[in-house]
């Protein structure tokens, strides 16, 4: 079969043939029709992602829409290495796809699935969050940050917080559901003052990280309390992604001074059982009343002159 093929962890894939995956017990062959680019895809083909085996060679690719044998549409998780999901065929194991419902097309559901589970996943089975709490959202303006503003709301946010760099997107936002927006290009004092004003006069329940490095460091710099006056609140901080750095630091009073919760989501953090109850409800939000997402369909045989683009406003979703 064509795929798209990985064989070294600095080169991008190239569009190549690959042995056809073969049906085994508790494995069904998917004839795919959509894959997202993902930056845990590019992160898995570069061997820097924790769930990377580092072997060689492999097909990427953690997820997509497809058909079954008997035409039934659905959407699917990896099986195992090497078969991903950028290629005419791939594995799902069963019970861990999900039927789509009508209303959502395939293309759209490839787009959407990993960018709007992880807020998703990240507020109803990490944070426990319930409506009526308020929200803030680091790197709001990115793709995965934008589905979060709409699914915020949706899931009956009070208040809705977006931080991000870009001034027009941040602005874009308050048409998606936003209450309030902070630029992140601001001083760091300047940015942590922004930050504690919204904690004091509005309070937030819960942060979605998409950063971490410095404008993470700057909330929790907001969250940590000085001299013990109006003490915050619970804050559960959910980091999910670290698009801004790897790493952060953090001093031991920010957590003996507040009652910050730190939470991860991500695999590994959240079940599988979690994340794919995630998606079933999404996805029937989302072919109720569609979401704003901007996808972009590429061929598979582009694979190799668009991987390292830039992804600006719009997800990639590969088609065989």
Same mark, same amino acid.
């Given at each position: 079969?064509?795929?798209?093929?990985?064989?070294?962890?600095?080169?991008?894939?190239?569009?190549?043939?690959?042995?056809?995956? $073969?049906? *085994?017990?508790?494995?069904?062959?998917?004839? @795919? %029709? =959509? #894959? &997202?680019?993902? !930056?845990?895809?590019?992160?898995?083909?570069?061997?820097?992602?924790?769930?990377?085996?580092?072997?060689?060679?492999?097909?990427?690719?953690?997820?997509?829409?497809?058909?079954?044998?008997?035409?039934?549409?659905?959407?699917?998780?990896?099986?195992?290495?090497?078969?991903?999901?950028?290629?005419?065929?791939?594995?799902?194991?069963?019970?861990?796809?999900?039927?789509?419902?009508?209303?959502?097309?395939?293309?759209?559901?490839?787009?959407?699935?990993?960018?709007?589970?992880?807020?998703?996943?990240?507020?109803?089975?990490?944070?426990?969050?319930?409506?009526?709490?308020?929200?803030?959202?680091?790197?709001?303006?990115?793709?995965?940050?934008?589905?979060?503003? $709409?699914? *915020?709301?949706?899931?009956?946010?009070?208040? @809705? %917080? =977006? #931080? &991000?760099?870009? !001034?027009?997107?941040?602005?874009?936002?308050?048409?998606?559901?936003?209450?309030?927006?902070?630029?992140?290009?601001?001083?760091?004092?300047?940015?942590?003052?922004?930050?504690?004003?919204?904690?004091?006069?509005?309070?937030?329940?819960?942060?979605?990280?998409?950063?971490?490095?410095?404008?993470?460091?700057?909330?929790?710099?907001?969250?940590?309390?000085?001299?013990?006056?109006?003490?915050?609140?619970?804050?559960?901080?959910?980091?999910?992604?670290?698009?801004?750095?790897?790493?952060?630091?953090?001093?031991?009073?920010?957590?003996?001074?507040?009652?910050?919760?730190?939470?991860?989501?991500?695999?590994?953090?959240?079940?599988?059982?979690?994340?794919?109850?995630?998606?079933?409800?999404?996805?029937?939000?989302?072919?109720?009343?569609?979401?704003?997402?901007?996808?972009?369909?590429?061929?598979?045989?582009?694979?190799?002159?668009?991987?390292?683009?830039?992804?600006?406003?719009?997800?990639?979703?590969?088609?065989?």
């Amino acid at each position: 079969m064509n795929a798209a093929v990985v064989t070294s962890f600095s080169a991008p894939p190239s569009y190549s043939t690959f042995a056809d995956p $073969q049906p *085994a017990e508790g494995k069904l062959v998917v004839n @795919v %029709i =959509a #894959a &997202g680019l993902h !930056p845990i895809v590019r992160a898995l083909a570069n061997g820097t992602h924790y769930g990377s085996t580092g072997e060689l060679p492999f097909i990427p690719g953690v997820d997509g829409t497809g058909r079954l044998e008997d035409g039934t549409r659905i959407y699917f998780g990896t099986a195992r290495p090497p078969y991903g999901t950028f290629a005419e065929k791939a594995l799902a194991t069963k019970g861990m796809y999900i039927t789509l419902p009508d209303g959502l097309d395939e293309v759209t559901a490839a787009g959407i699935a990993n960018p709007g589970m992880s807020s998703w996943a990240a507020l109803k089975a990490r944070a426990k969050f319930a409506a009526g709490e308020s929200v803030l959202i680091l790197g709001a303006t990115g793709i995965a940050g934008k589905l979060s503003v $709409q699914i *915020a709301k949706r899931l009956g946010a009070r208040r @809705v %917080i =977006a #931080a &991000g760099r870009n !001034p027009q997107s941040l602005e874009e936002l308050k048409s998606l559901g936003a209450d309030a927006t902070i630029s992140l290009t601001q001083e760091h004092d300047a940015l942590v003052s922004a930050f504690r004003n919204e904690i004091a006069e509005n309070g937030v329940d819960v942060v979605l990280d998409y950063l971490w490095g410095a404008p993470a460091e700057a909330v929790l710099a907001a969250i940590a309390q000085k001299g013990l006056k109006n003490a915050s609140a619970r804050i559960r901080f959910i980091q999910i992604g670290n698009s801004a750095a790897p790493t952060i630091t953090l001093p031991a009073a920010t957590l003996r001074s507040s009652e910050l919760e730190l939470l991860g989501s991500g695999f590994g953090s959240a079940s599988m059982d979690e994340i794919f109850q995630s998606l079933r409800e999404f996805f029937e939000v989302a072919a109720k009343t569609p979401f704003q997402a901007s996808l972009k369909t590429v061929p598979l045989r582009d694979v190799e002159s668009v991987w390292n683009s830039p992804e600006r406003d719009a997800r990639i979703v590969f088609q065989p």
